[in-house]
């Protein structure tokens, strides 16, 4: 299908917009004779279910390669958006059969058949075929996390350089503190379990009692169990197990078994957003290292998600970035981190080599600093490319505010990308109402802090 966008990124002229590429097929479909139902169900082992409903074209001909592209970047969108490892597909055989061997060990995304489905969800993906009656329904999020001021509380967020933890007295910051740490190469799991457990001591020390405790980490955390975390990959297998994988269930018992919950950090900074701003329906992206995202619904709460949109689909060219992780071409991680600032940086006139990729940002800010046109096309370029990614995750998430953060949105810069968002939002989607907004210093002081702290309810 020929995309025409109506704003093309200065930087990559072959962008094909995931949101631009959709809707035509989804016109194309409307258009024609034949088209039929189709609906999926991802769902965990313990029940959680999400549904998809759409229309895809006649399974013949030309059309095999388009709805091989459709149903695949949308289902792999939802299973890093929500998070599952069992998919039931009802209304096309050849469709299930398709996604099957894609999603198999050995075929196009081993990576997410692995990730998502071994280390996170416990067993591979996998994929069946089965009638519209015997599709599982939706089921609603039975937990939800956040906005929970009373009392005296813990917060804290594990980073990979320091671990940041705060006493919280009914909502009021009255202590926090920065302690530096080296999590990421400590084969001994101890070094973490204590660490944390320090961090958490030094704050009770300023409270009269500690009512309940909230945290934060980069990494993927599922009912407060650690399922894959970039803090621990120093650990073995047998001890990951062993000690780490239920580690907020030991330091829990370790304070007395009071209320205790932990998740992704990108989470609890879009309920950070969501609470300075005194609004819901935040998406939160943040280009650092890579991108990070978190959600707060339009009730305002966070959700058990995953929200892992470095590896959601946002360029359907064929010449798109592919990330050297999952090996997967056109994903978030490309586009909105400091890899896309590499990515760029080359074909705007910036000659760095193997430099690395936070040095290569560093002297991109600096050229922007001076007023050089090279980095300017850059940040354009990324601005391009979120509007349509905005508009691209409107379809599946709900959103008023879109909270923007991050290493790369620092500086004039970060503007930039603004600025072009929402030049491609007034353009191509005149229909979304989404409000860009960086974080007030307030939030950045102490908002991820009390955000955590608010986690849990008492009682």
């Known amino acids: 299908m ?37 609906d999926i169900a991802l769902t965990r082992q313990d029940g959680t279910c999400f549904r998809w409903s759409g229309r895809i074209l006649p399974h013949t001909g030309d059309n095999v390669a388009l709805n091989k592209t459709y149903v695949e970047r949308i289902v792999k969108f939802l299973l890093w958006q929500k998070g599952g490892n069992i998919i039931l597909v009802a209304g096309d055989d050849a469709i299930a059969a398709m996604l099957a061997d894609c999603y198999s060990p050995t075929g196009e995304r081993a990576f997410d058949c692995d990730f998502i489905g071994t280390k996170i969800y416990g067993a ?9 009656e015997d599709l599982p329904k939706e089921t ?16 804290f967020d594990l980073g990979g350089s320091d671990r940041k933890c705060a006493a919280v007295v009914n909502g009021e910051v009255v202590y926090s503190e920065e302690v530096v740490w080296d999590p990421y190469h400590q084969t001994d799991p101890n070094y973490h379990v204590e660490g944390i457990d320090d961090s958490l001591k030094r704050a009770a ?17 599922v009912n407060n169990e650690v399922r894959a975390a970039s803090l621990f990959r120093g ?25 205790f919950e932990v998740v992704n950090d990108g989470e609890v900074t879009a309920l950070a957003g969501a609470m300075g701003m005194n609004d819901n329906a935040v ?27 470095a590896f959601a689909p946002v360029d359907y060219s064929s010449e798109g970035g592919v990330d050297e992780w999952s090996q997967d071409m056109g994903v978030g991680a490309m586009y909105f981190s400091q890899q896309a600032v590499a990515r760029l940086a080359p074909r705007a006139g910036f000659e760095f080599g193997s430099m690395p990729y936070p040095e290569q940002l560093k002297k991109v800010q600096a050229a922007m600093a001076e007023g050089d046109d090279r980095a300017r096309k850059i940040y354009e370029t990324i601005g391009v490319h979120f509007g349509y990614a905005i508009a691209h995750y409107a379809d ?11 290493r790369v949105a620092s500086g004039e810069g970060g503007q930039i990308i603004i600025d072009k968002a929402n030049e491609v939002l007034a353009a191509e989607f005149p229909e979304l109402k989404i409000n860009l907004c960086v974080p007030d210093e307030k939030t950045k002081r102490h908002g991820q802090a009390v955000a955590a702290a608010s986690l849990p309810k008492i009682g």
């Open 205 to 221: 020390a300023h409270l009269p009692r500690v009512d309940a405790i909230g945290g934060s980490s980069a990494g993927v955390y």
């Open 283 to 309: 998406l939160g992206v943040a280009m650092g290292t890579s991108e990070a995202a978190g959600y707060v619904d339009p009730e305002g709460h966070i959700m058990p998600w995953l929200n892992e949109l």
């Open 124 to 132: 591979p993906i996998t994929v069946k075929s089965v009638s519209i």
């Open 2 to 38: 020929n995309i025409q966008p109506k704003i093309t990124p200065v930087l990559d002229p072959g962008f094909v917009p995931a949101v631009l590429w959709n809707r035509a097929y989804e016109a194309k479909v409307a258009a024609t004779e034949g088209s039929r139902q189709l």
């Open 396 to 406: 599946f998430y709900e959103i008023r505010n879109l909270l923007f953060l991050g």
């Open 235 to 259: 650990i073995s297998p047998e001890d990951f197990e062993k000690h780490i994988r239920r580690v907020f269930f030991t330091l829990k018992e370790r304070w007395n078994n009071i209320p």
């Open 140 to 155: 609603t999020d039975s937990v939800t996390l956040g906005r929970n001021l009373d009392g005296y509380r813990i917060g």
